[in-house]
């Protein structure tokens, strides 16, 4: 079962969000903050980290992003406040997910384990390759990504968007489609998720961010990827 990490500095939260992950079979350890998260990050073989914003020593962010430097494991925000820039600052940092408290227990259990699922899913995707659209590559079987002849880190919900892309090159995508296709459930907040994550891919993949030659935009409806069906 996946082991998952929860840092908050809440311990009442912290103890109930253990005790119900555990009863669902998880493997849970806890922390209290920033730094703690980010040690634990280090040398625990997560599959899945739940992150509060608001924490001491260091914030939820500076914890993602220091993270982010050594793994792509998918990552949850937790906040008490609701704000949009809020949310979208948190997916700048590198969060895959957010959530606000006060939180249903059941839709955080949801959303870990259409996390998961598609974690473990691209796991098991060996042997088919790359997928490649001009200068950029994506190799599926060991999530990572290269423009050109330089390696790109990409988070988990990056390298899950654009597999999606360049799996279906030429098909345009709603901001709702991508939503539910690439988080794997209806998505509470607003579309601006997505429109963060593409601008994240482009300037992480483009060769020029402004001018995009493959991630491109559908005004009005999506976004799509410009290029050959994959072989």
Not at 9 to 38: C, H, M, P, R, W
Not at 111 to 130: D, F, S, V
């Amino acid at each position: 079962m996946a082991k998952i990490l929860v840092v908050d500095d809440e311990k009442v939260l912290v103890k109930g969000i253990k005790f119900n992950l555990e009863n669902e079979g998880y493997q849970v350890e806890t922390g209290s903050d920033g730094e703690e998260a980010v040690e634990l990050a280090r040398g625990g073989g997560f599959d899945l980290i739940i992150l509060d914003l608001m924490m001491p020593k260091i914030d939820g962010l500076q914890a993602c992003m220091r993270i982010r430097e050594f793994s792509n494991v998918p990552i949850i925000m937790l906040t008490a406040r609701s704000e949009d820039t809020d949310k979208i600052i948190g997916f700048e940092y590198g969060a895959d997910d957010y959530i606000t408290k006060p939180f249903n227990i059941l839709e955080l259990k949801a959303r870990i384990r259409a996390m998961l699922r598609r974690a473990g899913a691209a796991a098991q995707r060996t042997g088919e390759g790359r997928l490649t659209q001009g200068h950029i590559t994506l190799d599926t079987a060991q999530r990572s990504a290269w423009r050109g002849e330089e390696p790109v880190e990409l988070t988990a919900k990056e390298f899950d968007l654009m597999e999606l892309l360049m799996r279906n090159p030429g098909r345009v995508y709603s901001r709702e489609n991508l939503l539910n296709v690439v988080w794997g459930y209806e998505y509470a907040g607003d579309y601006r998720t997505v429109d963060v994550h593409v601008r994240r891919l482009r300037e992480k993949l483009e060769l020029d961010p402004a001018n995009p030659e493959y991630i491109r935009t559908k005004w009005g409806v999506g976004y799509y990827l410009k290029g050959q069906q994959p072989v």
